[in-house]
């Protein structure tokens, strides 16, 4: 089992930045890829951002260019720095691991990952 506790969300103004964090502890081996979602109220959850072990890395094109994830494999941890942010930013964002590799598109997938985190809400207002 892996557990995964996400920690930084908060209240914000529209411009401004947050960055969320996601620790990995127990079976750790089974983090190949992690992902981070976000689900708003009455939505369903979408993807926003996802790290391979090999480092590369996918965004969805509503974040491209805003956020950056990034992982620490000595610390286990995997980070989503969010810079100029929108209202539409506004939800609860999960963070998520699979113990198998994805590719592209793939790791957009929902269902590839086996992990998930409680949550961490952020809110920014307009």
């Known amino acids: 089992q892996v557990r995964l506790v996400e920690s930084g969300g908060g209240l914000v103004q529209g411009g401004d930045s947050l960055r969320l964090s996601c620790a990995a502890s127990g079976r750790t081996f089974n983090t190949y890829s992690m992902g981070w979602f976000r689900q708003a109220p009455g939505k369903e959850r979408e993807f926003v951002a996802a790290?391979?072990?090999?480092?590369?890395?996918y965004y969805a094109d509503s974040v491209k260019g805003r956020f950056t994830i990034s992982r620490s494999v000595a610390s286990n941890t995997v980070y989503l720095q969010m810079n100029s942010l929108k209202p539409e930013d506004t939800a609860v964002y999960y963070c998520a691991a699979s113990g198998r590799d994805c590719a592209g598109s793939g790791c957009h997938d929902v269902s590839l990952y086996d992990y998930w985190g409680q949550g961490t809400q952020v809110t920014v207002s307009s």
């Open positions: 790290v391979r072990w090999s480092m590369s890395t």
